[in-house]
T-cell receptor, first 110, second 115 residues
Framework: GENVEQHPSTLSVQEGDSAVIKCTYSDSASNYFPWYKQELGKRPQLIIDIRSNVGEKKDQRIAVTLNKTAKHFSLHITETQPEDSAVYFCAAYNTDKLIFGTGTRLQVFP | DSGVTQTPKHLITATGQRVTLRCSPRSGDLSVYWYQQSLDQGLQFLIQYYNGEERAKGNILERFSAQQFPDLHSELNLSSLELGDSALYFC??????????????FGPGTRLTVL
């Protein structure tokens, strides 16, 4: 089955700096890659996603890139703000199953 | 608010006991998914139901079972509880499964504590 690896597990950045989180997946049939943000004790919320026929997608300060050949995708957050502090999960979707990475705890220091 | 509801919000019980977690999907959603999130862990996919039928299975223990009722709400039953079952259990719903992804909307979760 699908396996998703996510790095780093923790990331600390200064406010205004960029943050990059990377994920790799194992099943080439996976065709959809969402990113979720989860604040402490709350539900995961979708922040951006990308389909397998697209290489890059941007939404304001957040961008996601996908390299199908290498089977990896990344989340880029620019101009980070303290409210970006949370746990971020990548995921890969393959025929009914959404498999999550292990999460990255992002801390943005003012 | 995602439109997905889960009850109860918190549950404290003892080892060996059995509990039932309940989930109501968003209006119009036919698929329900259950996830387990242990402390500082990722989201582990447990099981998916679509329109009353089991659709996909993940790392769900034999002590756990689920079902989806005709009104589309779902219940996750956890039995012979162990300390390690303490976790946040999320339910999510989407319109329908298939090759093309439909966004999953997560409920607020049920925090289970096994003492």
């Amino acid at each position: 089955g699908e396996n998703v690896e996510q790095h780093p597990s923790t990331l600390s950045v200064q406010e205004g700096d960029s943050a990059v989180i990377k994920c790799t997946y194992s099943d080439s049939a996976s065709n959809y890659f969402p990113w979720y943000k989860q604040e402490l004790g709350k539900r995961p919320q979708l922040i951006i996603d990308i389909r397998s026929n697209v290489g890059e997608k941007k939404d304001q300060r957040i961008a996601v890139t996908l390299n199908k050949t290498a089977k990896h995708f990344s989340l880029h957050i620019t101009e980070t703000q303290p409210e970006d502090s949370a746990v971020y999960f990548c995921a890969a979707y393959n025929t009914d199953k959404l498999i999550f990475g292990t999460g990255t705890r992002l801390q943005v220091f003012p | 608010d995602s439109g997905v509801t889960q009850t109860p919000k918190h549950l404290i019980t003892a080892t060996g006991q059995r509990v039932t977690l309940r989930c109501s999907p968003r209006s119009g959603d036919l698929s329900v998914y259950w996830y387990q999130q242990s402390l500082d862990q990722g989201l582990q996919f447990l099981i998916q139901y679509y329109n009353g039928e089991e659709r996909a299975k993940g790392n769900i223990l034999e002590r756990f079972s689920a079902q989806q009722f005709p009104d589309l709400h779902s219940e996750l039953n956890l039995s012979s509880l162990e300390l390690g079952d303490s976790a946040l259990y999320f339910c999510a719903s989407s319109e329908q499964p298939g090759l093309d992804y439909n966004e999953q909307f997560f409920g607020p979760g049920t925090r289970l504590t096994v003492l």
